[in-house]
């Protein structure tokens, strides 16, 4: 079965800094990658994915992730942050053809305006 | 509905009782999920409904939990004879068969007092 690693449970940063947190996962096969983020007091929500072609995926509110299939790692990153994004970070694989979410630990982010 | 819904946000409940959770996922969503979260470790898996298959259940923590879903829309997830260590947010989450981005509820906050 797949499992994902998140590093750096707890980040603190200030606007304008620049977020990276790295995601890995153990699995030999083909597999989709995800990042999903929970705001405080709301529902998990998805912030991008990847399934196939480019390796850079961008998503919502200026975050991208980078696929790097030889170091099995899906990294999320952001140029610069906001206040707004102090939120808790997951990230989550799944094989293909497989629909279970595999989901790492999270990475809880709070930005100090 | 719009989203997947869960109910109820929040159970209280006294050691030893049995609960009931509810999640009602998006209309037309064949694969639907239940995950568990606790403080600091992430999202574990439970189990998931696949359209008719038969359930992966291989993440049910022991026989006191039990899952089913009814006429492939909602799902109850039974757990009996509570214990403290149950106390958590279980999440639902549903999807589309070929789609495996998988939509989230808000959770059920359980608290086994």
């Known amino acids: 079965a797949q499992s994902v690693s998140q590093h750096n449970h707890h980040v603190i940063l200030s606007e304008a800094a620049s977020l990276e947190l790295g995601c890995n996962y153990s699995y030999g096969g083909t597999v989709n990658l995800f990042w999903y983020v929970q705001y405080p007091g709301q529902h998990l929500q998805l912030l991008l994915k990847?399934?196939?072609?480019?390796?850079l995926v961008k998503g919502i509110k200026g975050f991208e992730a980078e696929f790097i299939k030889s170091k099995f790692s899906f990294n999320l990153r952001k140029p610069s942050v906001q206040w707004s994004d102090t939120a808790e970070y997951f990230c989550a694989v799944n094989a293909h053809g497989n629909n279970r979410l595999a989901f790492g630990k999270g990475n809880q982010v709070v930005v100090i305006p | 509905g719009a989203g997947v819904s869960q109910s109820p946000s929040n159970k209280v409940t006294e050691k030893g009782k049995d609960v009931e959770l509810r999640c009602d996922p998006i209309?037309?969503?064949?694969?639907l999920y239940w995950y568990r979260q606790s403080l600091g470790q992430g999202l574990e898996f439970l189990i998931y409904f696949q359209g008719n298959s038969a359930p992966d259940k291989s993440g049910l923590p022991s026989d006191r939990f039990s899952a089913e879903r009814t006429g492939g829309s909602v799902s109850t997830l039974t757990i009996q004879r509570t214990q403290q260590e149950d106390s958590a947010v279980y999440l639902c989450a549903s999807s589309t068969l070929g789609d495996t981005e998988a939509f989230f509820g808000q959770g059920t906050r359980l608290t086994v007092v």
């Open positions: 209309s037309g969503h064949t694969a």
């Open positions: 990847y399934f196939s072609g480019d390796p």
